[in-house]
Nanobody
């Protein structure tokens, strides 16, 4: 099992940018697909982006496509989420998730490893 710790959340005005980081430990990071999910108050946890680095594929939710970029540095056991042109509707707790293997899944139940979350608040 890999342990995940997110950081980089905060308060930003609409149109601004943030970069989230997720550091992994305790496992062979290169064996895991890594994803970002988010959960707004009163809503279900939703998929944001996933990186399947071994085949060079990334996938994004339609709501963030063109604004968010997921990347990873296997040497640092870290996955990033660069968020640009943030909107108030991006406000949520953002979670890093990982799963062994490299199939594409955009549902939380397919991920067995989770971080504690980091709050992102976008003001209008």
């Amino acid at each position: 099992q890999v342990q995940l710790v997110e950081s980089g959340g905060g308060l930003v005005q609409a149109g601004g940018s943030l970069r989230l980081s997720c550091v992994a430990s305790g496992g062979t990071f290169s064996s895991y697909a890594t994803a970002w999910f988010r959960q707004a108050p009163g809503k279900e946890r939703e998929f944001v982006a996933v990186s399947m680095w071994n085949i060079g594929n990334t996938y994004y939710a339609d709501s963030v496509k063109g604004r968010f970029t997921i990347s990873r540095d296997n040497a640092k056991n870290t996955v990033y989420l660069q968020m640009n042109n943030l909107k108030p509707e991006d406000t949520a707790v953002y979670y890093c998730a990982a799963r062994l293997g490299f199939q594409f899944f955009d549902v939380p139940t397919r991920y067995s490893n989770w971080g504690q979350g980091t709050q992102v608040t976008v003001s209008s």
